[in-house]
């Protein structure tokens, strides 16, 4: 049996673990959350620096519906450069659906229809690039519970929400600290590896 792919996750998240609406007021404003846009203040050039190690990889992304459809309504539309831009429309993209039906017009998309816990443990076992997860948070805490998450990269800013979807559900998992560095504006970047009993 050949190597498994990788399946990476990288969050914003907040002190209180919330994930929800990080980059704008109208990303996620399920549960009237008023916060929408917390990460914003966050940026800087160390952080990007440190968020585009490995972006020129071989890899592919991996993404719930919702969160596909609000990166699709963007990045296509982007044209200033920022080298995002070029990746994300360029990678290969997975998208997981309940819904069959569900249409994607972002290029290089691929739809996974059905149960997220089955369609993406058949794609992390054939061959092919690792995957890497954005937002996604329905999905993420699906995989999480059935242990196909293999690292966590967790961009955690120097706030508490105290609302919000939070990232991690009622799933127990030790994790064990590879790697981390804090931005001059607080933010730490930190990479976890799911410790397997």
């Known amino acids: 049996m050949g190597r498994m792919r990788r399946i990476t996750v990288t969050e914003n998240i907040s002190l209180d673990g919330v994930m929800q609406a990080p980059?704008?007021?109208?990303e996620d404003t399920r549960g009237?959350?008023?916060y929408g846009g917390w990460a914003i203040a966050g940026s800087d050039d160390a952080l990007a620096a440190e968020m585009a190690v490995g972006m020129g990889a071989d890899g592919a992304m991996l993404f719930g519906h919702r969160t596909y459809r609000s990166m699709?309504?963007?990045w296509p539309h982007q044209a200033d450069g920022n080298p995002y831009t070029e990746y994300l429309n360029r990678v290969e993209k997975f998208v997981v659906s309940r819904n069959a039906a569900t249409r994607l017009e972002w290029e290089n998309s691929t739809l996974l229809a059905g149960d997220a816990i089955k369609t993406v443990a058949t794609l992390k076992h054939g061959d092919g690039p690792d995957l890497s997860i954005l937002g996604s948070g329905m999905v993420v805490r699906s995989l999480?519970?059935?242990?196909l998450i293999d690292e966590y990269v967790l961009v955690i800013h120097p706030l508490v929400l105290g609302t919000g979807t939070k990232l991690f559900g009622s799933t127990h998992q030790?994790?064990?600290l590879t790697h981390s560095t804090t931005t001059p504006k607080g933010v730490?970047?930190?990479r976890y590896?799911?410790?397997r009993s």
């Open 32 to 34: 009237e959350f008023p």
């Open 174 to 176: 030790p994790m064990e």
């Open 72 to 74: 699709a309504a963007f």
């Open 23 to 26: 980059a704008s007021r109208e």
């Open 193 to 195: 590896v799911p410790i």
């Open 144 to 147: 999480a519970a059935a242990h």
């Open 188 to 190: 730490t970047v930190a």
